[in-house]
Antibody, heavy 121, light 108 residues
Framework: EVQLVESGGGLVQPGGSLRLSCAASGFKFDDYGMHWVRQAPGKGLEWVSGINWNSGGFGYEASVRGRFTISRDNAKNSLYLQMNSLRAEDTAFYYC??????????????WGQGILVTVSS | SYVLSQPPSVSVAPGKTATITCGGNNIQTKSVHWCQQKPGQAPVMVVYADSDRPSGIPERFSGSNSGNTATLTITRVEAGDEADYYCHLWDNSGDQWVFGGGTKLTVL
């Protein structure tokens, strides 16, 4: 059974940093691209970032480019999102999502349950 | 960047057919996917690549894509279909995934 479990969320002040982690199990992690998708409370879905199976390619949504960094450790079956210079508008549930392909432009497959990041003073 | 437009809400009586649209410039040239999100839950794919269904999704869910509009159709709507539905696609030129704003389906 595929499982994606996010951790590392919480309350952070504007301008602060946070690192999200996603522990993957139930599939061969290093064969697949991975994503972070977020959803502000009561709002719609927004793709944040994606990464290829071997970290050889990645992409970012425009508003997070230069502030967020996606990475993965295939030996640990883990996906990460380093978030710096956080803003109030980054407040959202962050979902870890598996792609059906080795790239990050296949399609979304399995989703984690999400973790809340709140940016507030 | 590429923009997808969905109606904020659609209402339908049980047993009837719900149609949810997703508008985009020449969207027929792109592969459109649809996911369903119930309150407090993670999204679940219901249609991918315009008209294919993942295993486990009822045949009542179908999709089409033509011109500037992609459509999700749910026949014989049930109370359990009440949810938010999001179209999304890969935008090659922008190197990013794009979501529509979502449509809240209400079963009357």
């Amino acid at each position: 059974e595929v499982q994606l479990v996010e951790s590392g969320g919480g309350l952070v002040q504007p301008g602060g940093s946070l690192r999200l982690s996603c522990a993957a199990s139930g599939f061969k992690f290093d064969d697949y691209g991975m994503h972070w998708v977020r959803q502000a409370p009561g709002k719609g879905l927004e793709w944040v970032s994606g990464i290829n199976w071997n970290s050889g390619g990645f992409g970012y949504e425009a508003s997070v480019r230069g502030r967020f960094t996606i990475s993965r450790d295939n030996a640990k079956n883990s996906l990460y999102l380093q978030m710096n210079s956080l803003r109030a508008e980054d407040t959202a549930f962050y979902y870890c999502v598996k792609d059906i392909r080795g790239s990050y432009y296949g399609r979304f497959d399995y989703w984690g349950q999400g973790i809340l990041v709140t940016v507030s003073s | 960047s590429y923009v997808l437009s969905q109606p904020p809400s659609v209402s339908v009586a049980p047993g009837k057919t719900a149609t949810i649209t997703c508008g985009g410039n020449n969207i027929q040239t792109k592969s459109v996917h649809w996911c369903q999100q119930k309150p407090g839950q993670a999204p679940v794919m219901v249609v991918y690549a315009d008209s294919d269904r993942p295993s486990g999704i009822p045949e009542r869910f179908s999709g089409s894509n033509s011109g500037n509009t992609a459509t999700l159709t749910i026949t014989r709507v049930e109370a359990g279909d009440e949810a938010d539905y999001y179209c999304h696609l890969w935008d090659n030129s922008g190197d990013q995934w794009v979501f529509g704003g979502g449509t809240k389906l209400t079963v009357l």
